[in-house]
């Protein structure tokens, strides 16, 4: 793989403790869910940072499909929901639902598109095999 970029942060304190990028564009404490025994209130969470990459991402790479197959379309949103599950073996795993609504064309479009990007994406290429990514076209 030819390395077009680098990000590099630090978590010290795990799933309460604190995140920190090397550049210091990120620099936040995060804590346990309180579905999962943490303090109530709003807290950012490995899960929460990894939904807003993955969209992010996502949309990105559906912008490119779309440039590259030159169609006309509105303003594109990825919803990125990722729920943390346990496993048989006792094991942790997530799951993914990418929500994409992709305005002004056809369903059948949109979902081309949609399946265009994830081939490309580097999220969906990195979590291929490994976590359940599901598809929804709004």
């Known amino acids: 793989m030819e390395k077009l970029y680098t990000a590099k942060a630090t978590a010290t304190g795990g799933r309460n403790g604190h995140i920190r990028s090397e550049d210091g564009s990120l620099d936040v404490d995060v804590r346990t869910p309180g579905s999962l025994g943490g303090p109530k209130g709003e807290y950012l969470n490995p899960e929460i940072l990894f939904a807003g990459g993955?969209?992010?991402c996502f949309d990105s790479a559906l912008a490119v499909?779309?440039?590259a197959e030159k169609v006309a379309v509105g303003t594109t949103s990825v919803t990125a929901e990722?729920?943390?599950g346990k496993m048989d073996n006792g094991g942790y795993?997530?799951?993914i639902t990418l929500e994409v609504e992709v305005p002004g064309v056809e369903r059948s479009v949109a979902e081309d598109?949609?399946?265009?990007?994830?081939q490309v994406c580097p999220?969906?290429?990195?979590t291929r095999g490994n976590v359940q990514v599901t598809?929804?076209?709004k």
């Open 113 to 118: 598109l949609v399946n265009k990007a994830h």
């Open 93 to 95: 795993n997530l799951e």
């Open 135 to 137: 598809l929804l076209v």
């Open 82 to 84: 990722v729920s943390l």
């Open 54 to 56: 993955y969209a992010a």
């Open 65 to 67: 499909m779309i440039k």
């Open 123 to 126: 999220y969906s290429n990195a």
